[in-house]
Nanobody
Framework: QVQLVESGGGLVQAGGSLRLSCAAS????????MGWFRQAPGKEREFVAR????????GYSDSVKDRFAISKDNAKNTVYLQMNSLKPEDTATYYC?????????????????WGQGTQVTVSS
């Protein structure tokens, strides 16, 4: 059972930055792909970014591309999401997730393990 713990959320003004972290308990972390998803109140959970833990291949949603950057530190079993130029519409609970079934997936149902989420609030 993989345990994921997110941290780094908070309140920031529009145009500001935050860095989220996701620490995993799994020792064979390189066998996974990791994703960041977010869910705003009253909306469905949506894909934000993903990274393969072996080669570091990344993918982003159009809404965050050029503003957010996903990265990894295999030695620390940790994935990061650097969020720049934040907008009020980025306000949501951010979740990290892990999968071994589909390394390039942007689909919620392909991810087997989820963290508890961390709140990001962007004020205008």
């Amino acid at each position: 059972q993989v345990q994921l713990v997110e941290s780094g959320g908070g309140l920031v003004q529009a145009g500001g930055s935050l860095r989220l972290s996701c620490a995993a308990s799994e020792r064979t972390f390189s066998n996974y792909a990791m994703g960041w998803f977010r869910q705003a109140p009253g909306k469905e959970r949506e894909f934000v970014a993903r990274i393969t833990m072996n080669w570091g291949t990344t993918g982003y949603s159009d809404s965050v591309k050029d503003r957010f950057a996903i990265s990894k530190d295999n030695a620390k079993n940790t994935v990061y999401l650097q969020m720049n130029s934040l907008k009020p519409e980025d306000t949501a609970t951010y979740y990290c997730a892990a999968t071994r079934r589909n390394y390039y997936s942007r689909t919620i149902h392909d991810y087997d393990y989820w963290g508890q989420g961390t709140q990001v609030t962007v004020s205008s």
